[in-house]
């Protein structure tokens, strides 16, 4: 039980920092995947260290 938890808390932050990334017009499917990596951690980077990018940033 504890081990589905875990996986269903992981998960969606993975999706929350998804949401967030694209919020700072970043690529949400890249931010999922560190997410899925790295977790809380990619929550923090994402949090204090990239501000938003302007709309025609490439």
């Given amino acids: ?3 589905s938890s875990f996986f269903v808390g992981w998960t969606t ?3 929350i ?3 967030l990334a694209q919020g700072k017009n970043r ?3 890249i ?3 560190l997410s899925l ?3 809380p951690v990619a929550t ?3 949090v204090v260290f990239f501000d938003k990018r ?3 940033w490439d």
């Fill in 54 to 56: 302007p709309a025609g």
């Fill in 1 to 3: 039980m504890e081990k």
């Fill in 44 to 46: 923090f980077l994402l």
């Fill in 27 to 29: 690529s949400g499917f």
């Fill in 17 to 19: 920092n998804a949401g």
């Fill in 37 to 39: 990596l790295l977790g």
């Fill in 13 to 15: 932050l993975a999706f």
């Fill in 31 to 33: 931010w999922f995947f």
